[in-house]
């Protein structure tokens, strides 16, 4: 039972141009969303998250969005840079369910110089 | 301060064998817990502890134990280790939280680990 999806395993952009992440999720009762970030042999690392009561939080390139009726969101990172080079891991998080948090099978982000 | 810390790095384990992985943290957090990644599952939850004295299972417990006797330190048994449990295991803790916010889990290295 995958709550939470990310259906493209890889992503490859050029440096300066947009990468967009996307993430979809089953569970409505899902109130909180994250996006980590992770490098090899490293644990993950926090980089955004969005209240589900917001449809969009910005933070420097990072911008994650949210469409609460499709239940999908996305992370944008605008420009990219080499260093976002990473596996982004989206996950959801349900208050009332004992902070059950889910994540999705993650998107291995490549940013060519 | 050190953050959350897990010892071993790496392990490697026959059939039947027992061990204990180490996770501690020193930000005092309530919530701590146990990953495991596997390649296309994402990370999912294995135990998790939302006090001393307090933990219960997550997605897939079955094969771990655990318990939480102090705030730092949270450790996770395995008890008759299979070829399934090869995984790379994570330890996370957080502050409790409220609803629609969130203190984000703060992540440990990671224990690679291989049942021959």
């Known amino acids: 039972d995958q709550q939470v999806k990310q259906n493209s395993p890889s992503l490859s952009v050029q440096e300066g141009r947009i990468s967009i992440l996307n993430c979809d999720y089953t569970?409505?009762?899902?109130?909180?969303f994250l996006w980590y970030k992770k490098y090899p042999a490293e644990g993950p690392t926090f980089l955004i998250s969005i209240s589900s009561i917001k449809d969009k939080n910005e933070d420097g390139r990072f911008t994650v969005f949210l469409n609460k009726s499709a239940k999908h969101l996305s992370l944008h990172i605008v420009p990219s840079q080499p260093g976002d080079s990473a596996v982004y891991f989206c996950a959801a998080s349900d208050f009332y369910n004992n902070n059950d948090m889910r994540f999705g099978a993650g998107t291995r982000l490549t940013v060519k110089p | 301060n050190a953050g959350v810390t897990q010892t071993p790095k790496f392990q490697v384990l026959k059939t039947g064998q027992s061990m204990t992985l180490q996770c501690a943290q020193d930000m005092n957090h309530e919530y701590m817990s146990w990953y495991r990644q596997d390649p296309g599952m994402g990370l999912r939850l294995i135990h998790y502890s939302v006090g001393a004295g307090i933990t219960d299972q997550g997605e897939v417990p079955n094969g771990y134990n655990v318990s939480r006797s102090t705030t730092e330190d949270f450790p996770l048994r395995l008890l008759s280790a299979a070829p399934s449990q090869t995984s790379v295991y994570f330890c996370?803790?957080?502050?409790?939280?409220?609803?629609?916010?969130?203190?984000?889990?703060?992540f440990g290295p990671g224990t690679r680990l291989t049942v021959l």
């Open positions: 996370a803790s957080s502050p409790m939280r409220t609803p629609f916010s969130t203190d984000t889990q703060y």
């Open positions: 569970n409505s009762m899902f109130d909180y």
